[in-house]
Structures are given as C-alpha cells and as structure tokens.
C-alpha cells in the first residue's frame, strides 16, 4: 500500500480501536480527554472516529478553533474599520462570526470592503494591486501567525497593516486544566503548532498539572495512535510528553519559523470569546512594528458600540462551556433550531473549524457503538 | 514538491498544483521532497524516512503493554469482526 494511504488503512484502525478498548477497560472507569484542534475534530467527525472509541472513552474538542474563540470586541475592532472605508481581508470563516451590533457580513451588505483570503500572502498581493488602505485581520493560532509574521517581515506595502486577533495555544490548556469542573486527564496536542513550537513546549505543563500530553497528527490513523498512547499513559499514571507526529514534530521544532514569531509578536493577556481572560494567550505586535499595526494606525473607537445589549438569544449560548469541555452542543436549546450555519447565533456554528458547526454537518455525534447495542 | 525558485515552490496537492512560500520553513527543499503545508506556507519539509519510523511506531503501539500471546489475541479478535 501507497505509505501516504497507510494513513488511512481501516484494519490497522481497527487494531488500535481494540487496542484502545482494551486500555479503557483496564483503567475500568470512565475516562475524558481532550484534543484543541478543529483539524482534529474535522478528521474525527468525517472519517467517523467516534463510532470506533470504546464506550468509557470520551474525546471532547477544547478551544481549538482559532475562529471561534476570536472576542467580540476584536469582531467590532474589524467591523469599525470596513465603516471607515478600509480594505478587510481575512479568513471566510470569519464573516459570519458575531459582533456587539454587526458582523464582518453585516458590514460588507452595509457597504464596507471585504476581501476573503486563505494566506496572508494574498493580502499583501491584494494590497500591491490598489491605493486603499487593506488590513489583514489575522486570525488562528501559532501556526498561522508564523506566516503572518513572515509577510510583515518581507516588506509589505505601504497601505498594508495587521489587525492580530492571533492566539497562542499553550496558555489556553493551563485555564482548561484548572477550571474547578474539568475531568480532563489527559490533552491531544496539534500537531501543526507543535511543528512550529516543538513538542517541549509541552514539558512545564504536565509538570505543573501532572497530565499525560500527547502531540498528534491529522490522519485518522495518527489520531487513534495519538490516543492510544494517551489512554496508555493515563492507565500508568504516567504524565509525560509524547510526540506521535514524528514526522513533523521534532523536540525543538522548526527554529526559524519561531525567530520569526516572536521577533514580530509579543504574548499578551486578553480574553477569549465565551472562555476566560488567557494570560498570555494573545499575540500582539511589537511596539517595532507599529507601522504595519492596525491598532496604532487608525483611530477605531469601540465603545461606540457598546450601547448596544448583545441580541437575547446570544445570552442562551453555551460554546464556552462547549469549548471548555464542560458540556456538548446536544446540552444547548438553540443547537439546530435557532442556530445553524446560514444563521449562528454562537462562534461555534460559524467556523469549519468549530464543533456545533461540525456536529451539524455530520449530523452530531453518531454513537454507532450504542445503535448496534 | 514540483518547482522550486527562490522563496516560492510550485507543490503537487493530490493532483492540484498550487504556489507556496518558502520563507519559514525548517531546512533547504527540492523538487521530489515532501512537505507539510499550512495557509500557503511550507512549514517543514518531511524526511521521506520519517513516514516509515511513523507507521513502525504504530505497529508498536499494538504490542504494548501487553504479552505477544495477548497482542495476538487483539488481532485475531479484530481479524474476526472484519
């Protein structure tokens, strides 16, 4: 078979499906784990994984849509900007995202410019072609902000800015840990972002918590390794870092693309939508690179938004709690009624990326083990 | 990876050519290398034997933690049900 196929290959799935039944039963209890990627949620809903994990296991998806945990106010600072006749270009998946008063959406039907990219390096082409001022809204995690920080530093344009609603993923598991309700034992890590930090980036965490992290890939076969060896370590009580992405996970991770990194940005402290306030969870630009800052260089007044009460029915959300592992979108009243992909009142069913919007397209979360008894 | 010129390659998707930038990623690249992409950036060039060590990885994975009869019991169970 095709190496990139073995990836795939249904019977070495099912050998470590049994694998993992066998460990669940060992542990004899219940048991939750959670992975922070949407790629992995993405993979595990569309190649069916759940049906395949054992009854006692459950696999919840953290805050790891980059999209869904961007803050109203950071929606509002983008929307302000396209009011003042300024070019946004972002992601597709952040237009419907909600803001106080309107979204990225509402602004483009209202008149505002509005460019829908898949690379930062679109944006600064775009950029090149006109004399408008264009913004790149930057959203996701480490990985994307490497390449964010790898335009900026390759001499943009003039009328080319950043406004960085990048995030940084190692804080956010410190304030999942710690919430008082967690029953998480053990953490998937991503393997995209560990390709960039490396999987050591993991060490002071499980130190500091004594929970098993398991850096994994995309592959349905990387994910059910991923967890067998998570599950494994639960089952020693073993916490440690193991990396089951060696193929692009090394100790260190990719160096240059980390110089790059934090030569353009700095952590800062700031809320994520519907989570909490993350240490350290947000990237800002560094005062060096000011002129390429949204922030600095126009004037986006955001309590003028603020007399606005957010709409009632964003009230009964729960993707916080959802991303918090807490609860599952089936626990939410507007799940599939009131909220749906053409019209969400949560992050959570904007985003590809985001679970309500996953658990929709795939129709929630088939328990194939329970229908077949 | 196809074409390689300067900080841009020209990369094979699964039949989809596509551009992508050079400017972050790990080591040196060339045409036949693999690598993993993300929003249009190469952010590490895969050794080609690094698939191998991967999946002999798994298959380790399957006799762990437990004796060779027992490893054998797990497969014949999912040879059974297959």
Redo the contacts between chains.
């Keep these: 078979m095709n190496?990139?196929l073995?990836f795939r290959d249904?019977?070495?799935a099912?050998?470590?499906a049994?694998?993992l039944k066998?460990?669940v039963g060992e542990i004899g209890r219940p048991v939750a784990v959670m992975h922070v990627c949407g790629s992995h949620e993405q993979a595990i809903a569309k190649f069916g994984l759940r049906s395949l994990f054992p009854k006692g296991l459950e696999v919840i998806m953290g805050p790891g849509c980059p999209v869904c945990v961007t803050d109203t106010p950071e929606v509002d600072e983008g929307v302000l900007l396209a009011r003042q006749g300024v070019r946004i270009a972002t992601f597709g998946d952040m237009l419907k995202v909600p803001g106080t008063v309107q979204s990225l959406a509402d602004a483009q039907a209202s008149g505002g410019k509005l460019e829908i990219v898949?690379?930062?390096?679109?944006a600064v082409d775009i950029a090149r072609k006109t004399s408008d001022e264009v913004v790149f809204f930057a959203t996701?995690f480490e990985?994307?902000a490497?390449?964010t920080?790898?335009v900026i530093?390759?001499d943009p344009p003039k009328n080319f800015s950043i406004l960085s609603a990048h995030k940084y993923i190692p804080p956010v598991m410190e304030i999942v840990a710690e919430m008082p309700e967690s029953r998480i034992e053990g953490f998937l890590a991503a393997g995209?972002a560990a390709?960039?930090t490396g999987w050591a980036v993991f060490e002071p965490f499980v130190e500091r918590h004594g929970v098993p992290v398991v850096v994994a890939?995309f592959e349905p076969?990387d994910i059910l390794?991923g967890l067998?060896?998570l599950v494994?370590l639960i089952?020693d009580r073993k916490p440690a870092v193991k990396n089951?992405?060696?193929?692009?996970v090394t100790r260190e991770g990719?160096?240059?693309?980390q110089q790059?990194l934090w030569r353009v940005f700095r952590p800062l402290g700031g809320r994520w939508r519907g989570i909490a306030h993350v240490p350290n969870g947000n990237l800002r630009l560094r005062d060096e690179f000011a002129h390429v800052d949204a922030r600095k260089r126009f004037t986006i007044d955001l309590p003028s938004l603020w007399d606005y009460a957010p709409p009632q029915l964003a009230r009964q959300c729960i993707c916080g709690d959802i991303m918090a592992g807490i609860r599952n979108p089936r626990d939410c009243t507007l799940f599939n009624k009131e909220c749906v992909p053409e019209n969400p009142i949560g992050a959570c069913m904007v985003s590809n990326e985001g679970t309500c919007k996953i658990w929709h397209l795939y129709g929630g979360v088939p328990d194939l083990a329970e229908v077949n008894g | 990876m196809l074409e390689v010129d300067g900080w841009t390659a020209i990369v094979d998707f699964w039949g989809v050519k596509k551009q992508v930038?050079l400017?972050?990623?790990?080591e040196p690249v060339a045409p036949g290398d693999y690598i993993?992409n993300?929003?249009?950036?190469a952010?590490?060039r895969?050794?080609p034997e690094?698939?191998?060590?991967?999946?002999a990885?798994?298959e380790e994975?399957?006799k762990?933690?437990?004796d060779d009869l027992m490893a054998s019991d797990?497969?014949g169970?999912?040879e059974g049900?297959?």
Excluded at chain 1, 244 to 248: E, K, L, S, V, Y
Excluded at chain 2, 23 to 26: A, K, L, Q, S, Y
Excluded at chain 2, 38 to 41: D, E, I, L, N, R
Excluded at chain 2, 50 to 55: D, G, H, I, N, P
């Design positions: 190496s990139e073995r249904p019977k070495l099912r050998e470590l049994a694998t066998r460990l898949y690379s930062p390096k679109q996701g990985t994307t490497v390449a920080a790898a530093l390759d995209h390709t960039i890939g076969i390794a067998v060896e494994q089952r089951m992405f060696p193929r692009c990719n160096l240059a693309a790059q | 930038l400017n972050i990623v790990d993993l993300h929003v249009g950036f952010i590490r895969i050794p690094a698939v191998a060590e991967t999946l990885l798994y994975l399957l762990d933690g437990v797990v497969r169970e999912v049900t297959s």
